[in-house]
């Protein structure tokens, strides 16, 4: 136990940002703003069923953590052969929405959210509420979804 903890704490100073590197608050803002942004143009491109678009909103690799799976897709391209909108509304899905997007972590180039999300059937009555994280980057000048975790089947 003593040693996972020493561990952990090691992990978690790793982490901190360099005291003679930190990064200014508007820096960290203007990062919390291109992700939120982000994250909003994720959400509509997911309900227009668009995966072309959808995929435009992720950074590569992207990494998806769900149902007891890891999935990365390296490219654009394979993600965009995927078949969320095949599968998707055979459990009554329609479109969702976010309930809730609470920076947990940023940095100038990275932001954690903590999101819960909520999925509505045609007739918009509420299907399923999920939490998730998402890990928001900033690659090539593009604000993007680089990894995922979700509690969503």
Known sequence: MLIRTISLLLLLLLALPNPSGRAQDGDIEQAIVGAMSALDEFMLQFNRRDMEA??????????????????????????????????????????????????????????HIQTVFQRFNSDNEIIGTYESLYIVTLRDDHWGTQARSSLAP
């Open 54 to 111: 959808w995929a435009a909103t992720l950074n590569y690799p992207h990494v998806r953590f769900a149902s007891g799976n890891v999935t990365v897709w390296e490219t654009a391209e394979e993600f965009a052969q995927g078949r969320a909108f095949v599968n998707l509304p055979r459990s009554g899905w329609d479109h969702s929405h976010w309930l809730t997007r609470d920076v947990v972590m940023a940095a100038p180039g990275k932001v």
